[in-house]
């Protein structure tokens, strides 16, 4: 339902719904995190901070 709206769009309605935006990203190219890892655990991965959607995340979400 939100494939067809801009980053801004969907962080009003994020907002709206007072949805915790800090657990969330959307990053096409994740590398691995330094955090330890939990035998048995997913390794962690964090969004790269430089493709295009994490780039138009910082503009619409500047505190992110």
Do not use: F, M, N
């Not at 691995?32 to 991965?45: F, K």
């Not at 780039?55 to 979400?61: D, H, N």
Request: net charge positive.
């Amino acid at each position: 339902p939100l494939i067809g709206l801009y980053k801004p769009a969907i962080v009003g309605i994020a907002r709206r719904l007072e949805l915790d935006l800090s657990k969330t990203w959307s990053c096409y190219t994740p590398r691995l995190s330094d955090a330890p890892i939990e035998r048995y655990q997913t390794p962690p991965v964090e969004p790269c901070g430089t493709c295009s959607s994490c780039v138009q995340r910082s503009a619409a979400l500047p505190e992110s």
